[in-house]
């Protein structure tokens, strides 16, 4: 298929008047004066491929939306200036009463998200926020008799206590591979369990300092027995890890701690020394 070729005339022309006039425009005005045979499709296929820029309007969001006839005039306007700390729902009612739209929740949701237009509602219940049973018994809100029957076979009574509940001193093993022992019944996780290979070493030797740690001799999280513990600093801790030093011998994981605080001591030492 032969390709046609446009003289130099025309892109000069096309070239001019491009910024000026719309596709429809500058082909109508192309073919009165040079005799050729435009449609606003080809003159904006014309356009394109030499990359002569058009001369459409540059629309800001609020002139678009102004002549936008998808939606009611003044409608993103009315959305933007009432949008903070409105729900989606709320908005859509207002809307739909202002403008006689049908905008559903889903609809004015996924408008707000297309222009940008925030609520400043997350959704989250605020500190304080009082729960919507408060001070109701189950007769004020569940109207079907026959699922209020059902819901009394599954209230708790007052002091049960779950099945699966387990005894003071009970051990169980946590997803990070340590013993937990339950120390009371009562209070919140921590009050309730405790790190055993902590509680051992406490038992033998008294509270642990701030900024160490028990760790196992023979890297074992689960032998517990206090010839296995060892109190070091976090530092050492640290880099026993980070240099490989702990092993399942207990010897050489206590040579590797050595190793570690003689690299430490010449370490303060060099700083020191540039300091001085």
Same mark, same amino acid.
């Given at each position: ?79 933007? /200036? ?59 809100? +569940? ?8 819901? &009394? ?11 699966? @509940? ?12 340590? &013993?937990?022992?339950? &120390? ?9 369990? @405790? ?24 890297? /074992?999280?689960?032998?517990?027995? +206090? ?31 050595? +190793? ?14 540039? &300091?001085?």
């Amino acid at each position: 298929m032969p390709v046609y070729r446009y003289s130099q005339e025309v892109h000069d022309f096309v070239k001019k008047w491009s910024l000026k006039l719309r596709d429809e425009d500058l082909a109508e005005a192309c073919n009165s004066e040079l005799g050729t045979h435009f449609t606003a499709q080809s003159m904006k296929a014309f356009r394109g491929n030499h990359g002569y820029r058009n001369g459409k309007k540059q629309w800001t969001k609020e002139e678009y939306w102004k002549y936008q006839k998808k939606y009611p005039q003044g409608m993103y306007e009315f959305v933007r /200036d009432n949008s903070w700390g409105v729900s989606s729902k709320e908005m859509a009612e207002m809307v739909n009463e202002k403008f006689g739209t049908s905008f559903t929740q889903t609809m004015m949701k996924q408008f707000r998200q297309r222009h940008g237009i925030k609520s400043g509602c997350t959704g989250w219940y605020q500190k304080g926020h009082p729960p919507g049973t408060k001070g109701r018994k189950q007769e004020d809100y +569940i109207k079907d008799p026959d699922a209020l029957e059902r819901a &009394k076979a599954t209230r708790f009574k007052k002091g049960d206590r779950p099945a699966n @509940e387990l005894p003071v001193g009970a051990i169980v093993v946590n997803s990070a591979g340590y &013993k937990l022992r339950k &120390k009371q019944m009562e209070g919140s996780l921590w009050e309730r369990w @405790e790190f055993l290979h902590r509680a051992v070493w406490e038992e033998h030797n008294g509270p642990i300092p701030e900024g160490v740690v028990v760790i196992f001799k023979d890297n /074992d999280k689960l032998n517990c027995d +206090i010839e296995n513990l060892m109190l070091i600093t976090k530092g050492e801790s640290c880099a026993l890890t980070r240099l490989g030093y702990r092993f399942e011998d207990p010897d050489l994981t206590q040579a590797g701690l050595g +190793i570690v605080r003689l690299k430490q001591t010449v370490a303060k030492k060099k700083k020191k020394g540039k &300091k001085a």
